[in-house]
């Protein structure tokens, strides 16, 4: 391998000076869906990305490769700990290299502005601070071993409802004070080196533009204010404009190899509407990028293909079964999900759970039949391994100890896929089903027999495929009403016994897969009625037209899904009761599913799906032993916290999830968690209960008070507050002090404070074993200024102590926790007044205070 030194800047910019405008264009574009084009001339090699930030997905190369599945961004943000985060994404890196990944796109640091948010899961918090010291340290894990973050989606994406289109309109002081805030404390306290710009647009009074192209947001503030060097890359196909955004700051388009730049660009720039130096800038940005990441070496020369001696080389090795992982991998996943459970209740002391004085145990509910591990979407990572709660328990639990599993009621609309068992190919009467791959001329020109009635995207035909012909017969035994239930997307035609019953003509094209289209079609359904003599046998035909997604792979999705006559969902709610009081304990967990919490869309409300609420009711009638777990990423409204003696959330927890829950529940870890959002009670007291744009735009009308600082302005009571969570010990709160008697305001000109305003906060754990506890500081500023927070998290740690020991925890203020945006001035100022600093368990659980006074040049402490 040749050994060079990493070039510096001028180098590049001199070999950037060496291309032609065609060249330096054609790398500005997607070689791929995931990989940046080489250029052997820079000494580039290709650049691979792939999504985060639940794991690492890898490009598909390799269909058949697993991974690591870690718990979803929202249960790692529960740990309120920027150490564990970043040795996660230290983790995250080993995956990335080994799966021959440059750039992780991740962490998303768009905030719960609502907690309908399609993809609440993936983002961290509702509250800007915490997201935005969680994602310095993930971008920090990452980086330092040579993996790139990219911090996305900048900016004010915060909901999915027609989210390549629609436009968030708030004040500066918003943007700046809340959701610029995550952006600019991890950049200024890690550096990630790239950005990905989101979809959608913004509208903040200054400029009105989508992300792709705001001139003011990508190069005033971000590039130019805050000094981001590294290239903005575009989300997956939203670049729609070739002189609006090469001009406006983005610097990448993803993916390629077509779309809006390429010779367009270079005309544009030949006919002078865009400078050269401007595609310049870009060149250096991606050159930067790669060198960074270990994939830049010396041009024109064959050798130029191997890395050079940057501090990290990627491995570009596609494919990771679960041999490659190591234990140690599986135990950081398990210890992640653990310390994100949050305790949210325990009565009456029946937690943890002692297994010696158990004999039987009743695990209840469609989420212990069926967990949801991760949140659907780009974020989607296929596990080389799931444990499921069951699995975990019986693990667990002391030999001897009946473990019986009821559902006790789907809670999904949609029905499973017809079981393959069911599917005969008609042209040889064994299983499958048959597809013929079918040109523009309507010849057979390939095919092949699957088993499986779940096609979803598939996309396993050659590129002169143009419909794909599914044939195959059901056979329905059991007597009664059978429900067949199709999805489909695109153009399609659906037969049943040679009768047409659907068709769709939908050519949106990329639209269907931003819209998550590809993975859950509409459905239509028919039911079929078999007597009690002789099975039927339907015969079904499916012709789809494959898709063309501009940017995607094509491709065409066919579902047949099959509900068999059985038990209503009271009469399995009815047995699962019966259970739970014949056992022990009855352990129900209820949760969201794939059908609510994804990518590319908004819930519809805050209620458990199905019949959940009913069952956690009628068993907890049944058996007063009851522990209720939630699996969600996102707020539920749970209409009987008050009834339960023991409540867990125990989030979408990733692959570990049942080594993590038996962990928590029989008391060999510690559910350490803190809520990083708040649990409303009741869904007329949420804030910003909905984010559909009217008429294209989204209107941020709560200002500045997200989340918890909203609850708080409007006095109301949630299930739970930002930041609980109990844990098995209890602690006090003994003295809170600050060791400078003032500190400048200029010490706290840093998005993080740098080396600002400290507190001493000593606590006592008087509980019975040893802990961990989130301190976490609120400081509440003036009133008689400029609108602001009731309070709002201005500084956070964890600490652990053992039995009846006392404790002393640093926490480091944010300087911005004191700050507002001046717009006249158009900078940061902290105004002059007294700022009282309350320090507590959770946003409502305060104990201890401190006052300091600003007379805005100095904080004064007030002893
Ligand atoms: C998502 C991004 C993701 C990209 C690539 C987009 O639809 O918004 O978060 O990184 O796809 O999969």
Not at 92 to 111: I, M, Q, S, Y
Not at 311 to 333: C, I, K, T
Not at 373 to 402: K, Y
């Amino acid at each position: 391998m040749t050994s060079v030194s990493l070039p510096d800047d001028a180098e590049l910019s001199r070999r950037i000076g060496g291309l032609d405008l065609e060249s330096k264009v054609r790398l500005l574009t997607g070689a791929d869906l995931w990989t940046l084009p080489a250029e052997p001339r820079l000494g580039l090699l290709p650049v691979t990305m792939s999504d985060g930030p639940q794991g690492v997905r890898g490009t598909g190369a390799d269909p058949d490769a697993t991974g690591l599945l870690a718990p979803a961004p929202s249960a790692l943000a529960a740990t309120w700990d920027a150490e564990l985060a970043e040795r996660l994404a230290d983790l995250f890196a080993t995956e990335a290299r080994r799966k021959g990944v440059d750039v992780l796109l991740a962490p998303a640091v768009n905030l719960q502005r609502t907690p309908v948010a399609g993809r609440h899961f993936e983002y961290l918090s509702e509250d800007p601070l915490l997201t935005g010291t969680l994602a310095a340290a993930i971008v920090r894990g990452l980086q330092a071993c040579g993996v790139a973050a990219c911090l996305k989606h900048f900016v004010a994406n915060d909901s999915e409802t027609d989210r390549t289109s629609y436009r968030s309109r708030l004040d500066e002081r918003t943007l700046r004070e809340v959701y610029l805030a995550p952006f600019e404390q991890a950049l200024a306290e890690a550096g990630p080196w790239s950005v990905m710009a989101a979809y959608s647009g913004v509208d903040d009074g200054q400029e009105s533009a989508p992300m792709s192209e705001h001139v003011r947001l990508l190069w005033g503030v971000l590039k130019e204010e805050w000094g981001f060097t590294g290239p903005v890359v575009s989300d997956w196909a939203a670049t729609r404009s070739t002189v609006a955004s090469a001009v406006g700051g983005l610097d990448l388009v993803m993916p390629g190899p077509e779309g809006p730049w390429g010779e367009a660009l270079v005309a544009a720039v030949r006919a002078g509407e865009v400078d050269e130096q401007i595609i310049d800038d870009k060149v250096l940005r991606l050159l930067r990028l790669a060198r960074n990441t270990g994939r830049l070496g010396l041009p024109e020369q064959e050798s130029a293909l191997e890395p050079t001696e940057g501090p990290y080389l990627s491995a570009q090795v596609e494919g990771s079964g679960a041999s490659a992982l190591a234990p140690e991998e599986f135990a950081l996943l398990r210890e992640v999900a653990v310390r994100g459970t949050v305790l949210l209740r325990d009565e009456a002391g029946l937690l943890p759970l002692q297994p010696n004085s158990i004999s039987s145990v009743a695990l209840i509910g469609p989420n212990a039949v069926a967990p949801y591990l991760q949140g659907g979407g780009s974020a989607f990572v296929p596990a080389a391994r799931t444990v499921t709660f069951e699995d975990g328990l019986r693990a667990a639990l002391p030999e001897g100890v009946r473990l019986t599993v009821h559902r006790g009621g789907d809670s999904r609309r949609r029905p499973p896929f017809a079981s393959s068992e069911l599917l005969t190919d008609p042209d040889t009467g064994t299983a499958g089903v048959r597809a013929d791959h079918l040109d523009v001329d309507g010849n057979r020109i390939g095919g092949e027999v699957r088993t499986s009635a779940d096609w979803t995207t598939y996309e396993n035909f050659g590129p002169a495929t143009d419909r794909v012909v599914l044939r195959t017969e059901l056979t329905l035994s059991e007597p009664g009403i059978h429900r067949l239930e199709f999805g489909c997307t695109g153009r399609f035609l659906v037969t049943v016994d040679g009768e047409q019953v659907f068709a769709g003509d939908d050519d949106r094209g990329v639209e269907l897969v931003l819209q998550s289209l590809h993975h859950y079609p509409p459905l239509q359904w028919i039911d079929v009625q078999v007597g009690p003599e002789t099975p039927r046998r339907i015969a079904i035909g499916i012709d789809l037209t494959v898709v063309e997604p501009g940017g995607y792979d094509r491709f065409v999705t066919a579902q047949l899904r099959h509900t068999v006559p059985g038990p209503t969902p009271y009469e399995e709610i009815a047995e699962a009761a019966a259970a739970a009081g014949a056992a022990d304990v009855a352990v129900v967990v209820v949760g969201t599913n794939e059908e609510s919490e994804s990518e590319g869309w908004d819930r519809a409300g805050l209620e458990l799906p199905g019949y959940q609420d009913e069952l956690v009711r009628k068993v907890i009638a049944a058996n007063p032993r009851t522990v209720v777990v939630v699996n969600a990423g996102a707020p539920v409204l749970l209409p009987w916290a008050d009834e339960v003696p023991a409540l867990l959330w125990a989030w979408l927890p990733g692959q570990e999830a049942g080594h993590a829950l038996a962990d928590v529940l029989l008391g060999r870890s510690e559910p350490a968690g803190r809520l990083p959002w708040t649990l409303p009670a009741r869904a007329e007291d949420v804030p910003v209960p909905d984010a559909r744009p009217h008429d294209g735009i989204v209107t941020y009308t709560e200002g500045v008070h997200i989340g918890h600082r909203a609850w708080d302005r409007q006095e109301l009571t949630p299930a739970f507050p930002f930041g609980h969570g109990l844990g098995w010990t209890r602690w006090t709160y003994d003295s809170v002090t600050t060791p400078y008697p003032s500190v400048s305001a200029a010490h706290l000109t840093g998005p993080a404070g740098g080396d600002g305003l400290q507190l001493a906060v000593e606590l006592t754990n008087t509980g019975p074993r040893a802990g961990r506890e989130v301190v976490q500081v609120y400081v509440e500023p003036p009133q008689d200024g400029p609108d602001r927070p009731v309070r709002l998290l201005a500084g956070f740690t964890t600490v652990q102590a053992a039995a009846d020991a006392q404790v002393t925890a640093q926490v480091q203020l944010s300087a911005r926790a004191f700050q507002i945006w001046d717009t006249d001035l158009r900078d940061w100022r902290t105004p002059a007044g007294r700022y009282r600093l309350h320090v507590g368990r959770s946003s409502r659980d305060l104990r201890l205070t401190a006052d300091v006074i600003s007379d805005g040049d100095r904080l004064h402490t007030v002893v």
